[in-house]
Structures are given as structure tokens and as C-alpha cells.
């Protein structure tokens, strides 16, 4: 992964979790690997809320 998306990932994350991550704190943790799914499901996991919950999300090429 390049700098440049490492950073937009860290202006993104440390707001969200109120964290200090730095760039170099994530190069040091090893390989890092970005997922651009195709299709998400989620569903309610709450009981008796399951049946009718589902909604997916499609994705087209980046």
C-alpha cells in the first residue's frame, strides 16, 4: 500500500477512534492488505429480527 492511502486511512481513523495512529506506527505492524469487496449482506442479528433484515450492497470496478 502506498503512503498517500496509508495517510487517508489515518486522517479517517484517528477522528473515528480517537487515536494518535502515525504513518510510521503502520508501517512498522507488517503487511497490510486492502479489501474492496464486490458484495456485502448484513443482516439483525437481534432475535426475531433476522427473517426480512438482510440488505446487500453491490459494488461496481473502481
Known amino acids: 500500500m502506498d503512503a498517500e492511502t496509508i495517510r487517508r486511512f489515518i486522517e479517517a ?8 495512529l502515525k504513518i510510521e506506527t503502520v ?7 486492502a ?3 464486490g458484495k456485502v449482506i448484513g443482516v439483525d442479528a437481534t432475535p426475531g ?8 450492497w453491490q459494488f461496481g470496478p473502481n
Open 49 to 56: 429480527e433476522f427473517q426480512g433484515s438482510a440488505t446487500r
Open 13 to 20: 481513523y484517528n477522528p473515528k477512534y480517537q487515536w494518535d
Open 35 to 37: 479489501v474492496r469487496p
Open 27 to 33: 508501517l512498522d505492524m507488517g503487511p497490510i492488505f
